[in-house]
T-cell receptor, first 113, second 114 residues
């Protein structure tokens, strides 16, 4: 059974810093990996989707990498801003896409002004 | 499009009562998902539909939970009878395809069973 772990569970950094959020998964036979953002009291918003054949995806100040063989992904946030404060969740899709998304419990990020 | 719409946003009910959560997916999306989020277990898939047909309900915790999708624009998740351990945030999400594409989440229904 696929398990997804995110470290750290919480992170607080000053505005302007570059930071890295980590995600690891136990079964490397994934179909794709997604990073989501969740604001308090809100649903999830998809940030980046990396297909299993890809190594990274970029959107603005966000860059997500995927290393299937080691079962890891990172989300890099450049020049962090207070508006980046949220919980970031990693999710993997396994079983050729048939098993659905397995989510990590997220990293709660606070950017201090 | 207004996105995925869920109701109610918040519900507090007494143990033993029936709870019905509602969802309107994004028009044109063939897949609808129900998730539950708790601090202990994180986000878990309960059930998903394709073209209004339930495909996989293996995540439904027990017989007290049921879900329906009578048409392409409406789905319900029902808990009867409710128990305190059902307290969680229930999310509905929709997508054009089963996987590999952006999945859109509603803002959730926050359920408290006392």
């Amino acid at each position: 059974k696929q398990e997804v772990t995110q470290i750290p569970a919480a992170l607080s950094v000053p505005e302007g810093e570059n930071l890295v959020l980590n995600c690891s998964f136990t079964d490397s036979a994934i179909y794709n990996l997604q990073w989501f953002r969740q604001d308090p009291g809100k649903g999830l918003t998809s940030l980046l989707l990396i297909q299993s054949s890809q190594r990274e995806q970029t959107s603005g100040r966000l860059n997500a990498s995927l290393d299937k063989s080691s079962g890891r992904s990172t989300l890099y946030i450049a020049a962090s801003q207070p508006g980046d404060s949220a919980t970031y969740l990693c999710a993997v899709e396994s079983g050729g896409g048939a098993d659905g998304l397995t989510f990590g419990k997220g990293t709660h990020l606070i950017i201090q002004p | 499009d207004a996105g995925v719409i869920q109701s109610p946003r918040h519900e507090v009910t007494e143990m033993g009562q029936e709870v019905t959560l509602r969802c309107k997916p994004i028009s044109g999306h063939d897949y609808l998902f129900w998730y539950r989020q708790t601090m202990m277990r994180g986000l878990e898939l309960l059930i998903y539909f394709n073209n209004n047909v339930p495909i996989d309900d293996s995540g439904m915790p027990e017989d007290r939970f049921s879900a329906k999708m009578p048409n392409a624009s409406f789905s319900t998740l029902k808990i009867q009878p409710s128990e305190p351990r059902d307290s969680a945030v229930y999310f509905c999400a929709s997508a054009r395809t089963r996987s590999g594409n952006t999945i859109y989440f509603g803002e959730g229904s926050w359920l408290t069973v006392v």
